[in-house]
Structures are given as C-alpha cells and as structure tokens.
C-alpha cells in the first residue's frame, strides 16, 4: 500500500489551459491560480533532481502502481511560465505524470499528488491521454506532388502491405548498409518502426512472450509485405485529384463551346478559340499524366526483418528492416538533409551514429515535410506502451523537447523518423513515439536498434559511403 499523507498543506487546481491536466502547487508557492505553463525547457543542468531522479522515479512508479494507476510516463521538465506582473518567463522544476484512467475521486488525486511532491519537493503535472499514448501509423501527409520511384530520401513516408491487403504508411528515417562478415557482400535496407509494419498485430498476440534479448524469427512467417515509393496511398491521392481536375476542366470545355457556337462576332470567337486550346492542351496534359502514375510500379522491396516490441536494456528497440531487392546501388544523394547550422539550402552528408545519446544536446529532425529542431531532456522519461492486455513493460528513453518556435518536435506517423545531433550531423538517435499534451518525442538511441540489428542479422552495420 502507498503510504498515506499525514498533512496536505498543498493544493491541487485544474491548468487553466488544459481539462485534462491538474497541477499540485506545493506549500509556499508564490504561484497564483492562473499559472498557465507556456513552453516546455529541459531540467537545468545544476539541478540537484538530476543526480536522484533514477531512483526518484521508479519510487513514483511503485507510488502508482500500488494504486493501480494506469500511467503512461513519469517525467521531469522545467515548465516556464510568464509573470504577468513583471512580464518575464519564469521555470519550475516539474514532475509530470501522464495517466490512461482518471482517478475517481479529487481526494485520489490531492493525495497521490501531494505524496509525489513531498518525494521530489517539486511542483507536480498529472495530465490525462488516450488509451495508447503513441501515434501509431496515424499519417498527416500535406505535400501532393510525388517523388521519383528509388531511394526513400530521409524522413520520407512509404507504404507496407502485406498480400492484398490495403496499404498502411510507415515513416523510413534512412538507409542502412549490412556487410556479411566473411564474404563481405553489400545489402541495402531501410529502417523504419516495427508498429508501422502490418504484421504489428500478429505480433500482438502470438509473439509477445519472446524475452528480450532472444532472436526473432523473419517477417515473412507473417506472409509477404512488400514496401512502395512513393507511397502507394499518396500516390491514390494524387491520382484522385488529378481525376478530380479532369473532370473539371472537361466541364469547363463543355461550357466555352456551348458559349464559342452563341458568339456573332469574329473578335469575341477568336477569344474563345485560343481560351478553348488552352484547357483542351491542359487537358491532354492531365489525362496523360494521370495514366502515367497508373502504370508505375513504386515496389522498392520487401520487409525482411523485425525486432518485435522487446525492452532491452531499459529501452524499447522497435525497428524492422525492408530490403531495397528492386533498386541498384545508393545514389550519392542517399542520406542527405539539409544544413541546419548555416540555416542554408545546401545538402550536407550525414556522419556515422554516435556511440552515446546525450542530455541538453541540440537535434533536429529531417523530414520530407518539414525539419524540427529540439533539445534533449537532461534526464530520461520513463514510459510504457500498452502492446497488449496484460503487457506494459517500463523503458528509459530520452524525450526531445521543441525548441520554441516549435509546438512538437514531430508529427503524427513521424516515428520511425532520425534523430541528427545539431552541431555534428551524428545520426542519434530515432523517434519512437510522442506525447501530444506536451509536444515532446521519446527517442531510442541509435546505438541500441544498431546493436540489436547487428546481433539479429550476425552483419556489420553501417551507412553506406557513396564517392
């Protein structure tokens, strides 16, 4: 049983930004009822929570588990906030806790709320989410225009079916080269998240046992999923929009010949001549543009390994590799994003991955629709997945935290996506999932999914260098 206050001279009140968030203002506060915490800061690196928090946390843990609260993260930020009297933007270190299930009565809450502060002696969040937390495989895709079929560029959506099902969407953050050890022979793949893949179900309920660490078997015991790029449901989008402006232009055709054959005099009807073989010239472009899109074929290869969802050495290594079987060598452009220190257009070769992902280092996220730039977390967020019924293991990941101008560091559908440290271009790390309510991503380093392929695949890991 969790131990039970004694005196609760704090006091719980609702954000007045948010329904679903409670604050505890600890005793003594100087804060009012109005604080509402505008931005999200990671926790100061002479914060003296910092040296304490692994073991802080997983005393918060069993302060929840004990009374059965479904929670999602335990977590610590610095919450900034705007004093309205002298206008200056003001931070408190925080304890937030994201739950599943609302308590049932405000006492539960003061009380559980109470005893987390007095833990920690910080001012203390609980925010309210959805059942899963994670946006798994929810695409938000807003550029219709199609690139060429090859090389899945960083950040780039695709699409995974398996046999005839329909399509779903999974997000590549780039290409990886697997070198066999004794005959040295190339591969290429692209990574991306296994809960993007549809054999995620499958998995769900018949593979949830496999113990960390254990190899698992092949994708293709699942049947054959092949992986498209462009993405065959982008490429659908695509297709319906320019049949939708076909038949536009078709009716606007049908109008200017109604009007040309009512027009007397010669100046007007030749008005109408030159309007009339713009739209029919516009029209063949369209009609042979859209039989163009169907007949290609954007099959790149097929998924050929997964890790399944195990948490390994307190991290959840969620990966799978699709096979470029379709496509010849990388091109030289493979891997490339743009230069986020100079803020220039100009492409810059990715270096190798780090050995390490780091608190309070500076990231960005490339991505086929926009580049975001954050700062990792000085200290890690603690979070579980519900994978199935009875499944909720903990991991230790490091969360993301948007810089300002910024509302999240990633979109929905985003995991799967790299992470690149900002002074360096080491690839760090890869976005696993998001916490709406805070706008933060949790990142898994990408040092652990590399190890972890390499011991799945017995190969050597690598990006592959193009001269």
């Not at 004990?66 to 930020?77: G, K, L, N």
Request: proline fraction near 6%.
């Amino acid at each position: 049983m969790p131990r039970r206050s004694q005196h609760n001279t704090g006091r719980v009140i609702r954000d007045p930004g948010s329904t679903k968030r409670h604050i505890y203002r600890p005793p003594g506060s100087p804060e009012d009822d109005e604080f509402i915490a505008t931005h999200t800061a990671p926790v100061p690196a002479n914060s003296p929570i910092i040296a304490r928090w692994s073991t802080l946390a997983l005393e918060i843990i069993d302060n929840l588990d004990s009374r059965h609260i479904d929670w999602a993260a335990v977590e610590c930020f610095q919450r900034l906030y705007k004093d309205p009297i002298y206008n200056t933007l003001n931070g408190v270190t925080t304890v937030i806790i994201t739950a599943r299930n609302t308590l049932p009565h405000s006492n539960d809450i003061a009380e559980m709320m109470g005893e987390v502060c007095r833990m920690s002696g910080c001012r203390v969040e609980l925010q309210f989410c959805s059942p899963n937390l994670i946006d798994m495989a929810q695409q938000t895709e807003t550029v219709l225009s199609l690139p060429e079929v090859g090389y899945p560029s960083m950040g780039s959506r695709v699409s995974v079916r398996m046999d005839l099902e329909t399509p779903t969407e999974a997000t590549v953050g780039g290409i990886l080269r697997l070198v066999t050890k004794d005959t040295k022979k190339e591969e290429y793949f692209a990574l991306t998240c296994f809960h993007n893949i549809p054999t995620f179900q499958s998995y769900r309920s018949n593979y949830i046992d496999l113990e960390p660490g254990v190899p698992h078997k092949p994708v293709q015991i699942y049947g054959s999923v092949t992986c498209a790029f462009p993405s065959q449901l982008l490429q659908a989008e695509v297709v319906s929009d320019i049949a939708a402006d076909i038949n536009r232009m078709n009716k606007k055709i049908e109008l200017l010949k109604k009007g040309f054959n009512q027009v007397d005099r010669e100046e007007e009807s030749g008005c109408l001549q030159n309007e009339l073989e713009w739209y029919e010239a516009e029209l063949r472009q369209l009609k042979e543009k859209y039989a163009s899109l169907h007949s290609i074929d954007s099959n790149i290869g097929f998924v050929s390994a997964t890790s399944g969802l195990p948490v390994h050495n307190g991290k959840h290594l969620d990966w799978a590799l699709i096979a470029l079987s379709g496509l010849d060598a990388p091109p030289q452009s493979v891997n490339m994003t743009y230069n986020v220190q100079e803020r220039t257009e100009i492409a810059v070769r990715l270096s190798q991955w780090s050995s390490n992902l780091e608190g309070g280092a500076k990231v960005y996220k490339p991505g086929s629709t926009r580049v975001t730039e954050g700062i990792v977390n000085s200290v890690p967020s603690y979070v579980r997945f519900r994978e199935t019924e009875h499944s909720l293991p903990v991991a230790r990941e490091w969360a993301v935290i948007p810089v300002a101008k910024y509302k999240s560091f990633s979109d929905p559908g985003d995991s799967g996506a790299w992470v690149v440290d900002h002074l360096t271009n080491h690839v760090v790390g890869m976005i696993l999932a998001r916490n709406g309510g805070l706008g933060v991503s949790y990142v898994t380093p990408i040092r652990e999914i590399i190890n972890h392929i390499e011991y799945f695949t017995n190969k050597v890991v690598d990006l592959p260098i193009r001269i």
